[in-house]
């Protein structure tokens, strides 16, 4: 009998279909963080009403900027630290005793400071401006005034507040003036010292 023909070849079987990846799980948004606004401090300036300052920035020959740039590094008030590099001023009427336009007395036509005065065993506080005319930038005797500020926290900020927002005097440094003056009123406290005998008692 003829020989039976040969079974034909199978096509190898075709790899499962692979599974649809899962879809990657949504992750929630974070939930944004609601940060209150500050609110804005109301001051209130008691007191009869007060005028503002006139700037005499536009009647003096020069301009703070320039004069700023002739000090900056020709100033015999500069005293630089030992340790820290920061370079300071003893320049009068400067805020925070750094060698800065920003805070610099002679350089600005408002300068502004918060000092201490002792007079004997008298001590008081005094707020420091430039004079309102312009003709006195000519006079360094007469360049700067001082008013008193009262040891009372509470009517010292008051009168501090009064002379420089309700003149409009350099508002933007009144938050450093009311530290340095806080500063200044604990520095009269004086600390009572308790002496202990170091004899047994018997």
């Excluded at 590099?85 to 805070?103: C, D, K, T, V, Y």
């Amino acid at each position: 009998p003829p020989a039976a023909a040969p079974a034909p070849a199978r096509a190898p079987a075709a790899p499962p279909a692979a599974a649809p990846a899962p879809a990657p799980a949504q992750v929630p948004s974070a939930v944004k963080a609601v940060v209150p606004e500050p609110k804005p401090e109301k001051v209130v300036i008691e007191g009869p009403p007060v005028k503002a300052r006139k700037s005499i920035a536009a009647s003096v020959n020069l301009a703070p900027d320039l004069l700023w740039q002739c000090m900056r590094n020709n100033s015999s008030f500069v005293r630089k630290g030992a340790s820290t590099g920061r370079i300071f001023s003893a320049e009068p009427a400067n805020l925070m005793g750094l060698h800065s336009g920003q805070f610099s007395g002679l350089a600005s036509h408002e300068a502004i400071d918060v000092r201490p005065v002792k007079t004997g065993d008298r001590e008081k506080i005094e707020l420091v401006q430039s004079h309102a005319k312009a003709s006195r930038r000519r006079r360094p005797r007469s360049l700067l005034l001082s008013t008193g500020l009262e040891k009372c926290v509470k009517r010292g900020l008051k009168r501090l507040d009064r002379e420089m927002l309700g003149t409009q005097y350099r508002p933007g440094l009144r938050g450093l003036a009311r530290l340095k003056y806080l500063k200044v009123q604990r520095s009269f406290k004086k600390r009572k010292l308790s002496i202990k005998s170091r004899r047994l008692k018997k």
